[in-house]
C-alpha cells in the first residue's frame, strides 16, 4: 500500500508538471517528455553516467569520513563531560560557518583537487553527526551496561550487544539528516571548483541557459536519493531495529 501511495504520489507530479508546462507555454519550463528526451540523450552518450559516477563517488567518501569521526567525537564528547565542555565552542562554530566559507578555505588551502572538495564536504556534515550522537551517548542506560558487567560480557560484545542496539536509532538519524546535507553540498563544491561532477554540469546548463539540461541532470539526482533511502537506509533501518520485535 505505501509503495502504490508512493507511485501515485510521483505520477501526481509529473502530471501537475505537465499542465503548469502547458498553461505557462514558456521555455524556462519545458514539459516532461522534452526533459525525459534530452535525459535519454545524455544517457546515452556516457555524459550523464559519467558525471553521476563521479559525483557518487564523492559523497559516498565524504559521507563514510564524516559518519566515521563525527560518530568517535560524538561517543566520546557524550561520554566525558570535560571532553564536552571543551570541545562545546568547537561544535558551534562548526555548526554555524557557512558551507561555502569552507569550501573556498578549502580550495584556497588544498588546491582545486577531489580531497579539497571532499574534505570541505565532510568538514560541513561532521558538526551535526556529532550533535546527535552525542545525544544518543547521553541516553545509553546505564542499568543496561550494570547488566552487560555482571555478565562479565567482553567490551567488544558489551559495546556491539548492548551499547549499539540503543545507538543505532541515532546513528541512522545522523545518516539521513546528513546524507541529505551532503548531497546539497557536493553540487556546490563542484560548481566552485570541479570541472566535472553533476554541479559542474549544472553550471554549464546555466551559462547557457539550458532548462532541460538542467531539470534531465536534477531528476536523475533526485531518483538516485529516492533509491538510495528505498533500497539502503529503510532496509538498514528495519534490520536494526528488528530486535524490538
Known amino acids: 500500500m505505501?509503495?502504490?501511495?508512493?507511485?501515485?504520489?510521483?505520477?501526481?507530479?509529473?502530471?501537475?508538471?505537465?499542465?503548469?508546462?502547458?498553461?505557462?507555454?514558456?521555455?524556462?519550463?519545458?514539459?516532461?517528455?522534452?526533459?525525459?528526451?534530452?535525459?535519454?540523450?545524455?544517457?546515452?552518450?556516457?555524459?550523464?553516467?559519467?558525471?553521476?559516477?563521479?559525483?557518487?563517488?564523492?559523497?559516498?567518501?565524504?559521507?563514510?569520513?564524516?559518519?566515521?569521526?563525527?560518530?568517535?567525537?560524538?561517543?566520546?564528547?557524550?561520554?566525558?563531560?570535560?571532553?564536552?565542555?571543551?570541545?562545546?565552542?568547537w561544535l558551534v562554530l562548526g555548526l554555524n560557518i557557512p558551507a561555502l566559507v569552507t569550501i573556498i578555505l578549502c580550495y584556497v588551502w588544498f588546491g582545486l583537487n577531489d580531497w579539497a572538495a571532499i574534505v570541505a564536504v565532510a568538514i560541513n556534515k561532521i558538526p551535526t553527526v556529532v550533535v546527535t550522537v552525542r545525544e544518543g551517548a547521553r541516553a545509553i542506560d546505564p542499568r543496561l551496561m550494570q547488566v552487560a558487567a555482571v555478565y562479565r560480557l567482553?567490551?567488544?560484545?558489551?559495546?556491539?550487544?548492548?551499547?549499539?542496539?540503543?545507538?543505532?536509532?541515532?546513528?541512522?538519524?545522523?545518516?539521513?539528516?546528513?546524507?541529505?546535507?551532503?548531497?546539497?553540498?557536493?553540487?556546490?563544491?563542484?560548481?566552485?571548483?570541479?570541472?566535472?561532477?553533476?554541479?559542474?554540469?549544472?553550471?554549464?546548463?546555466?551559462?547557457f541557459f539550458d532548462i532541460a539540461g538542467i531539470l534531465a541532470y536534477t531528476l536523475v539526482f533526485a531518483g538516485v536519493v529516492l533509491l538510495a533511502e528505498a533500497l539502503l537506509l529503510r532496509p538498514l533501518e528495519r534490520r536494526l531495529t528488528a530486535w524490538r520485535g
Open 2 to 89: 505505501s509503495a502504490l501511495l508512493r507511485v501515485s504520489s510521483l505520477i501526481a507530479f509529473v502530471l501537475l508538471w505537465q499542465l503548469t508546462a502547458v498553461l505557462l507555454q514558456s521555455p524556462s519550463l519545458p514539459p516532461p517528455a522534452a526533459v525525459f528526451e534530452r535525459l535519454i540523450d545524455e544517457t546515452a552518450s556516457m555524459a550523464m553516467p559519467l558525471h553521476l559516477g563521479i559525483t557518487l563517488t564523492r559523497v559516498g567518501v565524504s559521507f563514510l569520513l564524516a559518519m566515521a569521526i563525527g560518530t568517535v567525537i560524538g561517543i566520546a564528547m557524550g561520554h566525558w563531560r570535560r571532553l564536552d565542555t571543551f570541545l562545546d565552542a
Open 154 to 207: 567482553s567490551r567488544w560484545r558489551t559495546f556491539s550487544r548492548v551499547y549499539l542496539p540503543q545507538l543505532h536509532p541515532y546513528l541512522m538519524a545522523a545518516a539521513r539528516a546528513g546524507l541529505s546535507l551532503i548531497w546539497k553540498i557536493v553540487l556546490v563544491v563542484e560548481l566552485l571548483g570541479r570541472s566535472n561532477g553533476i554541479g559542474f554540469q549544472l553550471n554549464v546548463f546555466f551559462q
